[in-house]
Antibody, heavy 120, light 107 residues
Framework: EVQLVESGGGFVQPGGSLRLSCAAS????????MSWVRQAPGKGLEWVSG???????HYADSVKGRFTISRDNSKETVYLHMNTLRAEDTAAYYC??????????????WGQGTLVTVSS | DIQMTQSPSTLSASVGDRVTITCRAS??????LAWYQQKPGKAPKLLIY???SLESGVPSRFSGSGSGTEFTLTISSLQPDDFATYYC?????????FGQGTKVEIK
C-alpha cells in the first residue's frame, strides 16, 4: 500500500526557513515524480514544485528562488526547503506521487498534509 | 504559464441531479487533464485522468470529456457522498496548474 507521510511543518516568522519532509513507502520510490501542492486556509489547491526520479526540478513562479525541492532515493524521502518565507506561504502542504512511473502523470496518491504558518 | 479556469465556482444541486463542471485551459493541453475531489480537512482524491480515464475505485457516475482547451466533469446522478469541492489540473507541462475549484453544495 502506498503511504506518504509529511512532517516538518510548524510556526515560523516572516523571512525564516523551514524544511518539509515526505517519507514514502509501498512503491519503487526512485522511478516516480514527486510533487508538493499547497492549500492556503479556505483557498484552492496550488502546485508548488515537482521532482523527477532523476532529479529534474520544477517550481511555481510564486516560490521560484525561495524554495528548493530535493529527494533522497535511498531514504525514499522527498524534501521541500523553504527560505525567505512570507505570510502568503501559510498553507497546508501536501506531498503527492505520480500515478505511473516517469513524467507527465497526474497526482494519484497524497499524504495527509503538514501545516506551515508564517506570522510575526 | 497555463491558466485553468473552472466554472461555476459554486453549484447548488439535489441528490439525483446530473451535474456538469467545466474547465478551460489558456492554451492546448491535449488531454493531459485530471479531476480531483476534495472534502474539508482531507487530501484531494484523483477521480479522472487523461481527460476521460476513470481512476480505479471511482464510481462510474463520474465521467470526464474534452481535449485541447475545453473539458468537462459530469456526475450522472449526484449522491450524498459527492458534495465536495472539485478541481481540474493540467499536467501537460512540467509546471502544473489547478483550476480555482467548484464547490458542489446541497440545494
Amino acid at each position: 500500500e502506498v503511504q506518504l507521510v509529511e512532517s516538518g511543518g510548524g510556526f515560523v516568522q516572516p523571512g525564516g526557513s523551514l524544511r518539509l519532509s515526505c517519507a514514502a513507502s509501498g512503491f519503487t520510490f526512485s522511478t516516480y515524480v514527486m510533487s508538493w501542492v499547497r492549500q492556503a486556509p479556505g483557498k484552492g489547491l496550488e502546485w508548488v514544485s515537482g521532482i523527477s526520479g532523476g532529479g529534474s526540478t520544477h517550481y511555481a513562479d510564486s516560490v521560484k528562488g525561495r524554495f528548493t525541492i530535493s529527494r533522497d532515493n535511498s531514504k525514499e524521502t522527498v524534501y521541500l526547503h523553504m527560505n525567505t518565507l512570507r505570510a502568503e506561504d501559510t498553507a497546508a502542504y501536501y506531498c503527492a506521487k505520480g500515478k505511473y512511473e516517469g513524467s507527465g502523470q497526474p497526482d494519484a496518491n497524497w499524504g495527509q498534509g503538514t501545516l506551515v504558518t508564517v506570522s510575526s | 504559464d497555463i491558466q485553468m479556469t473552472q466554472s461555476p465556482s459554486t453549484l447548488s444541486a439535489s441528490v439525483g441531479d446530473r451535474v456538469t463542471i467545466t474547465c478551460r485551459a489558456s492554451q492546448s493541453i491535449n488531454n493531459w487533464l485530471a479531476w480531483y475531489q476534495q472534502k474539508p480537512g482531507k487530501a484531494p482524491k484523483l477521480l479522472i485522468y487523461k481527460a476521460s480515464s476513470l481512476e480505479s475505485g471511482v464510481p462510474s457516475r463520474f465521467s470526464g470529456s474534452g481535449s485541447g482547451t475545453e473539458f468537462t466533469l459530469t456526475i450522472s446522478s449526484l449522491q450524498p457522498d459527492d458534495f465536495a469541492t472539485y478541481y481540474c489540473q493540467q499536467y501537460s507541462f512540467d509546471s502544473r496548474t489547478f483550476g480555482q475549484g467548484t464547490k458542489v453544495e446541497i440545494k
